[in-house]
């Protein structure tokens, strides 16, 4: 039998004292987990990220974000301490008996690990697997740090007069590449245009300024998509929380529009922008265009040679290019 990991072990320990019918809540659950834990508690797993959430489907009761409460809950720290101490506020709101803090060294779990048990006593840590999971009463921290570190991690407006928050990408300001395309597609979009991973939905906003049919906007991240919401009414908009890979083939747009991921979590991945030039391709009209921004080293030359014709590659300022390229008729 595999040794369990030190989740299954905290939870397997602190599980002794909770009537046999409990439930624990994981929030940013991995999808290659399998969560079995000795006891059989009612599990609900929270990923917020769609292709994530997906693989989830499949065996687990799983929803985007958290709104009821639970026995347990588990925070798995994410890449942002803002939007994890977040986390952690709104779990210790919905939990009635154990939050549970897990992750690795890597990702900080000893800062963690420091600033709450200055807050209130920590019932149990497992040390584990390059990381650690401890956990604590939510009744007995003070509401005072809770109300500051949901704050912080709240949707408001950000700089640049638009929603977003900690762990969407480029919160503060609008990303300089981003500005870059919207300045290059100035006055070029027209017809049915897709933005895929559309973030807090700035680019949409500036494409809206034209002359366009219908933009379907698609992103990932839960929180980005809400924020795209608040950001933008418009009826010419359909917002979708999706995984651009699922979007269906027959979608026929005139334009796409995108900054392609290059990030899953801290690991940089040139495959995610190549994968969202491949479904840039099918998802256009034949003669249909792409614009996109993404930073010059980033190899994505190869396919988009492999998928368009009349390419056009611009330098753009602070280490950016844009791409133009037509699909073939
Ligand atoms: C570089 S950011 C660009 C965001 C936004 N377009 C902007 O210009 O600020 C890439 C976005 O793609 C989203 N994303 C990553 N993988 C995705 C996927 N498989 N499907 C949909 N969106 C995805 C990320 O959440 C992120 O918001």
Redesign the pocket.
């Known amino acids: 039998m595999q040794k369990p990991d030190r989740l299954t072990e905290i939870v397997n320990q602190i599980s002794i004292g909770l009537p046999r019918q409990f439930k624990i809540t994981i929030f940013n659950a991995e999808a290659e987990n399998s969560y079995e834990f000795t006891t059989s508690p009612e599990l609900v797993l929270i990923q917020s990220?769609?292709?994530f959430f997906d693989k989830l489907l499949n065996r687990y009761k799983v929803y985007p974000d958290m709104t009821d409460v639970t026995d347990i809950s588990v925070v798995n720290i994410p890449k942002s301490k803002i939007e994890g101490f977040g986390n952690i506020a709104k779990a210790v709101k919905l939990t009635e008996h154990y939050v549970i803090i897990n992750g690795r060294k890597t990702e900080g779990i000893d800062s963690y690990l420091k600033k709450i048990s200055a807050l209130v006593d920590i019932s149990s840590v497992v040390t584990k697997g390059h990381g650690k999971a401890f956990c604590f009463d939510p009744k007995k921290i003070k509401a005072k740090f809770l109300k500051d570190w949901e704050e912080k991690s709240k949707i408001t407006k950000n700089e640049a007069g638009f929603f977003s928050a900690e762990g969407?990408?480029?919160p503060k300001v609008?990303?300089l590449?981003?500005k870059e395309l919207a300045n290059f597609f100035c006055n070029k979009l027209h017809g049915r245009v897709a933005?895929?991973?559309?973030?807090?939905g700035?680019?949409s906003f500036e494409a809206l300024k034209q002359n366009i049919d219908k933009l379907d906007l698609?992103?990932?991240?839960y929180t980005?998509f809400r924020c795209s919401k608040l950001n933008i009414e418009d009826k010419r908009v359909n917002y979708f929380w999706?995984?651009?890979?699922k979007i269906e083939k027959n979608n026929s747009y005139d334009v796409v529009i995108?900054?392609?991921?290059?990030h899953i979590g801290h690991k940089s991945d040139p495959n995610?922008g190549i994968n969202f030039i491949r479904k840039a391709a099918e998802i256009l009209n034949r003669g249909g265009q792409l614009f996109m921004v993404a930073n010059r080293k980033l190899p994505y030359e190869k396919e988009v040679n492999k998928l368009f014709k009349n390419i056009e590659i611009h330098q753009g300022y602070s280490g950016f290019k844009i791409i133009k390229a037509t699909k073939p008729i």
């Open positions: 990220f769609a292709p969407t990408f480029s609008v990303d590449g981003s933005d895929l991973g559309a973030g807090w700035w680019l698609y992103e990932a991240n980005s999706i995984d651009v890979m995108m900054n392609p991921p290059f995610l």
